[in-house]
DNA sequence: ATTAGCACTCAAACCCTCTGAGTGCCAAAT
DNA sequence: ATTTGGCACTCAGAGGGTTTGAGTGCTAAT
């Protein structure tokens, strides 16, 4: 069945109204908002046939038709068409993106609040995957006695730190010997091979007491596990009591409630994005009963991948209702996505 | 007029029946619940009185009172009485906090997650103010070439640090030069006194070319004053859709709406924390009416204050409907401040 | 394969009535 | 002076019936 049948013209015609409107779409409606060279009826005989095969339904006996998921996916797979964001939309996304401080937090947290406002959707960034990284240098300071900073460089020059408590009477010159043999033992280790086990044996020839130096190993390991942790900004969540799609209440209360797991919507974004198949710069879309998290059943994912260096990346996306329109969205992120890009090459250097 | 006025009491049974019931307390109902030695005709004349005083209203002629926000006022100055949290209660805070990292993020976050699963609202926590801490230390990292660590040490041991950007040709000579000269003009100077021009003058004698210290000297103040930046967690704001004082999509919409922008909120506790009288360990309670912020007219805030070390403090409270049992939240919020402050003083030893 | 025509369906809007909790007020009782 | 019983009045909300109209499927003709 090529792209020219007429059901799938009559098909990607239903998406389009009933993303514009939020009304079942009947054969009338269709005859007049589209040009078709055809009746009613026939439009009606090939709705049926849609509906045979499962692309749309009725949602009662005397409605029009809506789109069921699979005829989403088969409208954002072969139909759509996606065009160009328009100069002001870009130019406004641009400026917002050069407002913020050249600083990768920040940068993230306002894309969300961009990506969210100019879908009027609920946003989603997520910090880049680390795990898989390399330990680049790795320095314990004395911020004062009793307590130390783990500072760590990683690939693509991404600085993380965290406080750690040590021994009260541990010196600076001692912390600096076990920094340095630490240092050098782990130097270029991908972080998830990194095990309190390679760093026990990282140590030697020292006279430093076994006892002094397992405790600052073990704060410096617990240092190196949680510079791997994913930060998740989810915003926008408000938007989405704005949609048609979500003024019932229960809707609502459900949709809030599971994104009020950021946590969780992270681990699942990261699952499917681990699946994907094409290159960074392709989008993964899931539909409705596609997501495998419930409360999500009336929504849509799409995200993609930003990159911070040639292998480092992390992930940003939108979640909406399941009538949205794929192909503005999707050059939404992308525009937003190629500011961040930018952006983090320049922080980089 | 006494406490033990009966006009009082009746005030006090209003405001208990409708949090429990979110219903309009009449004459009826009201000798029903409570045992008031008097006939539902004299509740009526105590009823037309608190009218005509302004602290109950009528939502309709043919419905009972509701408190009015002077109502709640009353109650909360006058009336309340605060009890004990359960053991169990107790319980399941402590738990969960015993849970946290020790780290004072990820206790502040878990905090606020708790504290709105408790109350079943939104809370708000907000990481201290630091603007009026002193910088006890300064240093200055090279990580690589072109690029730094700032790690600043402030009162009472807290920690903070910015990547910054530096020339590419600097070493870490000069910038160890410029690192101890600046620390040493700024040891224990308040965060807020410093400025641009304290900085350009801390450095002297160095044969470092005035346009590259500038430059790091400019990178390090933005440091600086990046450091008292005030993060504020809001969670929990979808319980409020299942609260029915929000049943209505409007009202969900207006305070969802709000609430998103976290930054506004925070600054407006900011705000009244600072017109607070009372000791760190009383309660600002903000009713209806009285929060200057569009959209949470239907709202009560309750915040207070946990320390770090002795000069420094956050802010920890909670948003919820005015129809909101008072004394119970003031007692949550209390155990979660307490365990809070306790926490925080094991973290930093 | 397409179309006109027609009987049929059903959610949503509309209107009307009824119900009952609650009020205010007055005159009698304490 | 306060309290009480009694009574007429109010009005939001629930319940029920009707109407409307967009939309459908089917059939017979083109």
Redesign the interface.
Known sequence: MGLNDRKMQVLQAIVDDYVNTNEPVGSKALIERHKFPVSSATLRNDMAELERMGLIEKPHTSAGRIPSDRGYREYVDSLMKIDQLSASERDEISRKIDEC???AGDLLKNASSILSEATGMVSLVMTPRLAGSSLL?L?L?M??P??A?V?M?LSA?V?K???V?IPNFLTPDQLKEISDSVEKSLNGKPLDEITLITLATSVKETQIPDSILNQVLYETYTAIK?ADRLDVFL????NM??LPDF?E?RR??NL??T??HDGMVAGYVNEIEKEKTGGDDTYMIRIGQEIALEGLEDCSFITTTYKVGDTISGNIGVIGPKRMDYSKVISQIDFVRYKINEKIKKIN?
Chains 1, 2 share one sequence.
């Open positions: 401080l050249d600083e240098q320095k300071l911020i004062e009793g307590k900073l500072v460089v020059g600085v730190d965290k406080v408590r949680q915003e926008g969540e408000h009591l704005k003024s209440l609502a209360q809030l409630g994104l009020s250097g």
